[in-house]
C-alpha cells in the first residue's frame, strides 16, 4: 500500500502515539504474557478483527510465537504459528538483505551505479554525472524517485509479467525529482527496480535468491515472496468488516515481488527477531557480519547521515520510538492486512505482529499494548539535556519553511502545502508553527544550536543544515525542509483555499442562473457563459470522489479501472472547463455588460488557470 497517502508531522505523530498512550495510562501493562493475549483477545472481539498473529523474543529466548483468532472466519480455523499472513513493506527488510548478501558475494557494492548494473532501465536523472542514482540509494530511498499512485497498488491484469516488464509499470514514477542523495522519500519503486537487479545479477529470480539466502539461513522455512497463495489453508485469509459482518479481501498480487509481497508465519518472524537480537549469529554460524547487520541499520546516503543523524532508515530498516527507546525494523500494510517487525538490540527485546482485518484502530492498539508490556522491565531512558538555544547559530534558520521530500507524484503538492511551518525562537526553545495545524517547542540537545529535539520524543531527530548550495534546510527524522518566504509560504496557502472556495461557488451560481431562466429573467442564450465555469466545478469533483475511493478500494485490494476512469474524465473536464471560461471571457467579454458578472468570471477563470498549472506541474496531465 501507498506508504503515506496523508503525510503528518513526525512530531504530531509522537504526539499521537503519546495521546495514545495517555488514553490507556490507567490501564496498567500487561503483567504476563495470558494477560496481555486475554486483553488483545478482548479488544479483537470488540473492534471486529478475524485474527492475529504474534511473535515476542526477549535475548536468546522466543517468548512466545502463535497465534489469537481465525485465519479462516468462516472455517473457524484458529490461527498457528505456521499460518502466512502478507507482511506488505516488511518485503523491503528482507529484500534488503538479499542485496547485502549480492555485496557479500561481491557481485555489488553500495555505490554500484544504476545505469551501470542495469542500463535498460530507463530512469530519468538530470544530475546523473554528479549525483548518481545508486544501488545504497535505492535502499535508502534517496532516488528521488517518487511512490507508486493507488493505482498501481495491484496488478488487476491478470497478466504475468516478465521481469522488465514489471519495473517498466512504474515508468512515471522513476524520475529524481531532486538531486539523489540528499533527501529520503519513500518509495516502493525503488524495491520494485532492487527485485530485478537481485534477479539479474544472481540469476535467479528474487523470490528464489531470497529464500535460499536469506530465508533458510535465518530459519523461516514458510516465508516466501509468492505474489499470490495457492490457495491452501496455510494462508490466512484477509478481510475487512462492513459493519456488519467480515468482508473477504482478495489476495490480490503485486506486478513484482520486492516491494510488497511477504508472505510470513509467526514462527519466520521468531526465528528473524531472534537473528537480530543475537546480532545475527545464528545455528549455522554468523549469517552477515555483524558489521553489515549496523550497515542496514545506518542511513549513509541523506544530508543529515553525514551530519551524524542516523535514527533514520538505513537500508530497508527504519527505526521507530517507542517508550523512549529506539527500535529498528519495518512496518507494513496492504489490504486485509497490517504488520509489524521491531525490535531493540540494545534491550534485547523484539516483537513482530500481523492482523488479518485492516483496522488501523486496533493495529495502533496492538501495538501499543505489546510494547508496553516487553519494556516494562526495561531501564527509562534518560531524558536528553537540553541547553538555552544559540540564538546566533539558529537565526539563520529562523523563518518560514516547506516540506521539499514528498512520496506522492500526483499529490506531493498537497503534503508540502500542508506542511508548512514557521520557526521563530521563543526563549530558551524554538517555537514551531505548523500553519493551521498547531505548534509544537523544539529543544537544542547540544551548544552548538543546530541539533534539537521536539517536546513529545526522547530521541533527538531535529538538525539546521545547510545543502550543497549552503541554503538553510531543516530536517526532521526523514522529513526534510527548504526555507522559503513567508509571501510565498502563505500566499500558496491562501492562493490554493481561495481558488477551491471560488470554484465550488460556481454550482450556486449556476443555480442560480437556471432558476432565472425558468423565471424568464435572463435569456438563454447568456447560460453558455454561465455554465462553462460548473465544468471546472464538475471535473475536480469527480477526481475528489475518486481520490476519496481509492483509500477503501486499496484496503479491499479491489480494481480500480472505475475510479481511473472518473479520475480521468474529471482532470480532463476540469482542463476543458478551465480552456473555455477563458476563451468565452475573450470572445464574450464586450458582451457582458455586468460589471460584478465580469468580475466573477475573470477571478473563476484565474483560479482555475491556477490550479490547473499546480496539477499540470504534478504529471497530472502528461
Given amino acids: 500500500m501507498a506508504r503515506r497517502i496523508t503525510l503528518f508531522l513526525s512530531a504530531l505523530a509522537v504526539l499521537f502515539i503519546n495521546t495514545l498512550a495517555g488514553v490507556h495510562a490507567q490501564e496498567p501493562a500487561p503483567g504476563t504474557l495470558d494477560e496481555l493475549k486475554t486483553k488483545l483477545a478482548a479488544e479483537m472481539q470488540r473492534q471486529h478483527i478475524a485474527g492475529m498473529m504474534l511473535a515476542i523474543v526477549q535475548d536468546d529466548s522466543i517468548v512466545f510465537s502463535g497465534g489469537l483468532g481465525y485465519s479462516d472466519i468462516q472455517k473457524k480455523t484458529p490461527v498457528t504459528d505456521q499460518h502466512l499472513f ?32 542495469a542500463p535498460e532501465i530507463a530512469f530519468k536523472n538530470k544530475w ?21 499512485s493507488p493505482f498501481e497498488e495491484y496488478n488487476f491484469t491478470g497478466k504475468q509479467y516478465t521481469a522488465k516488464e514489471a519495473v517498466e509499470v512504474f515508468q512515471d514514477f522513476m524520475v529524481s525529482r531532486w538531486e539523489p542523495g540528499q533527501r529520503h522519500a519513500y518509495s516502493s519503486v525503488n524495491y520494485a527496480i532492487l527485485d530485478y537487479i537481485i534477479g539479474k545479477v544472481s540469476g535467479v529470480p528474487a523470490s528464489e535468491y531470497l529464500r535460499e539466502k536469506v530465508f533458510k539461513p535465518l530459519q523461516m522455512p514458510h516465508a516466501n515472496l509468492a505474489l499470490t497463495g495457492d490457495g491452501s489453508d496455510k494462508y490466512s485469509k484477509g478481510y475487512i468488516w462492513n459493519g456488519a459482518h467480515f468482508q473477504l479481501v482478495p489476495h490480490q498480487p503485486a506486478f513484482n515481488a520486492g516491494y510488497s509481497s511477504l508472505n510470513i508465519s509467526a514462527a519466520d518472524l521468531a526465528h528473524a527477531l531472534k537473528a ?40 530497508g530498516n527504519e527505526s521507530h520510538e517507542l517508550g523512549g527507546h529506539i527500535f529498528r525494523g519495518h512496518r507494513g500494510a496492504i489490504g486485509g492486512f497490517l504488520s509489524s517487525f521491531l525490535y531493540n538490540r540494545n534491550a534485547r527485546l523484539g516483537y513482530a505482529f500481523a492482523i488479518n482485518t485492516h483496522n488501523e484502530s486496533f493495529y495502533r492498539y496492538a501495538d501499543h499494548l505489546i510494547s508496553q508490556f516487553i519494556l516494562q522491565k526495561a531501564p527509562k531512558p534518560a531524558p536528553p539535556v537540553t541547553y538555552p538555544v544559540n540564538i546566533k547559530a539558529a537565526n ?62 526522547v530521541t533527538p531527530r531535529i538538525l539546521l543544515l545547510k545543502d550543497s548550495k549552503s541554503n538553510p534546510v531543516i530536517v526532521d527524522g526523514t522529513l526534510y525542509f527548504e526555507k522559503t518566504t513567508a509571501f510565498a509560504a502563505l500566499a500558496s496557502i491562501l492562493c490554493f483555499a481561495v481558488s477551491v472556495l471560488i470554484l465550488v461557488t460556481t454550482l450556486f451560481f449556476l443555480l442560480g442562473n437556471l432558476v432565472l431562466v425558468l423565471m424568464k429573467k435572463i435569456p438563454r442564450h447568456q447560460l453558455l457563459p454561465k455554465f462553462s465555469p460548473v465544468l471546472i466545478t464538475i471535473g475536480l469533483t469527480l477526481v475528489l470522489l475518486s481520490i476519496s475511493q481509492l483509500f477503501e478500494h486499496m484496503k479491499q485490494a479491489a480494481p480500480t479501472a472505475t475510479l481511473f476512469i472518473i479520475w480521468t474524465v474529471g482532470k480532463y473536464l476540469f482542463a476543458l472547463g478551465t480552456l473555455l471560461i477563458v476563451i468565452i471571457l475573450a470572445l464574450k467579454w464586450k458582451s457582458l455588460n455586468s460589471i460584478g458578472l465580469k468580475i466573477y468570471l475573470v477571478l473563476i477563470a484565474l483560479s482555475s488557470c491556477y490550479l490547473f498549472q499546480v496539477l499540470a506541474e504534478n504529471s497530472w496531465f502528461w
Fill in 86 to 117: 502478507r507482511g506488505a513493506s516488511i518485503t523491503k527488510m528482507f529484500v534488503a538483505l538479499g542485496i547485502m548478501n549480492l555485496f557479500k558475494e561481491g557481485k555489488l557494492r553500495p555505490e554500484t551505479k544504476l545505469r551501470d548494473i
Fill in 128 to 148: 546523473e554525472t554528479t549525483r548518481p542514482v545508486t544501488i545504497a540509494g535505492l535502499m535508502e530511498h534517496t532516488t528521488g524517485f517518487s511512490d507508486k
Fill in 276 to 315: 537480530y537480537l543475537s546480532d545475527w549469529k545464528i545455528p549455522s554460524g554468523q549469517f552477515l557480519s555483524e558489521a553489515a547487520l549496523s550497515d542496514t541499520e545506518t542511513p549513509h546516503t541523506y544530508l543529515s547521515a553525514s551530519a551524524g543523524l542516523h535514527s533514520t532508515y538505513g537500508y
Fill in 396 to 457: 539563520p534558520f529562523l523563518g518560514y519553511y516547506r516540506l521539499s521530500n514528498p512520496d506522492q507524484l500526483y499529490t506531493g503538492f498537497f503534503e508540502t502545502l500542508t506542511n508548512t511551518i514557521k520557526v521563530e525562537a521563543s526563549g530558551r526553545e524554538l517555537n514551531v508553527r505548523i500553519l493551521g495545524r498547531g505548534s509544537m517547542k523544539w529543544q537544542a540537545v547540544d551548544e552548538t544550536g543546530l541539533r534539537y529535539n521536539n517536546q513529545y520524543a
